[in-house]
């Protein structure tokens, strides 16, 4: 079975460029998560989508961060302009409530931006 | 407001058990999960706690007590491999909130 798929791993872009994260998730799963993680702030829950449609997005700091999910097996995180303090590594994750695996939120491998 | 704490580094010797702490306030509570994440890769799912008690997995058990708003995660028979940060985690209604991880080093 494959995991959630994230691409690119690894981003460097300059100040004010638009950046664009992608993710599969896992066949079946209903419930997808963008996080962000740093070493100052963690890890971050930026949004979360149920079945395509935006649950969450409390968490995503500010305009220039924008999700889509335009089908159950793909979904993007942009980011325009892109700012230094951007620089982090973002991980997709993806989970079912149903059956025993309910809940638990399996998680891609990241993709790592660094923002000059 | 929501609050998860746990220390942020702890030290063990190889083959020796070690429990690693973790309390919450959060506004709601569906469950307690803990994660392992080496470093350079994704958390990994290790356990699930909704109700009070222990939950055990092999080498890995975590407890639960709702009442006091605290966990831990037991890790006994300690090996080189499972140096790693291991975070707590509460999820509200769907989502997941993070603590910020304790990260453990384990010397031979």
């Known amino acids: 079975d494959a995991g959630v798929i994230q691409s690119p791993r690894h981003e460097v872009t300059e100040m004010g460029q638009e950046v664009t994260l992608r993710c599969k998730p896992i066949?079946?799963?209903?419930?997808l998560f963008w996080y962000r993680q740093t070493m100052m702030r963690g890890l971050e829950l930026l949004i979360y989508?149920?079945?395509?449609?935006?649950?969450?997005d409390s968490g995503m700091p500010e305009d220039r961060f924008s999700a889509k999910m335009p089908n159950a097996s793909f979904s993007t995180l942009k980011i325009q302009p892109s700012e230094p303090r951007d620089s982090a590594v973002y991980f997709c994750?993806?989970?079912?409530?149903?059956?025993?695996?309910?809940?638990?939120?399996?998680f891609g491998p990241g993709t790592r931006l660094t923002v000059t | 407001g929501q609050n998860i704490d746990q220390p942020t580094e702890m030290t063990a010797t190889e083959g020796a058990i070690v429990q690693i702490n973790c309390t919450y306030q959060?506004?709601?509570?569906?469950?307690l999960f803990w994660y392992q994440q080496h470093a350079g890769e994704a958390p990994t799912f290790l356990s699930y706690?909704?109700?009070?008690g222990l939950e055990e997995k092999g080498r890995f058990s975590s407890f639960l007590s709702r009442s006091k708003g605290y966990s831990y995660l037991l890790l006994k028979e300690l090996q080189m491999k499972d140096s790693a940060s291991y975070l707590c985690?509460?999820?509200?209604?769907?989502?997941?909130?993070f603590g910020a991880g304790t990260r453990l080093a384990v010397h031979p």
């Open positions: 985690a509460v999820r509200g209604y769907n989502k997941l909130i």
């Open positions: 994750a993806s989970s079912t409530n149903g059956g025993a695996q309910a809940y638990e939120q399996y």
């Open positions: 989508f149920n079945n395509n449609v935006p649950i969450d």
């Open positions: 066949s079946g799963h209903d419930y």
């Open positions: 706690n909704v109700l009070d």
């Open positions: 959060t506004s709601g509570f569906n469950g």
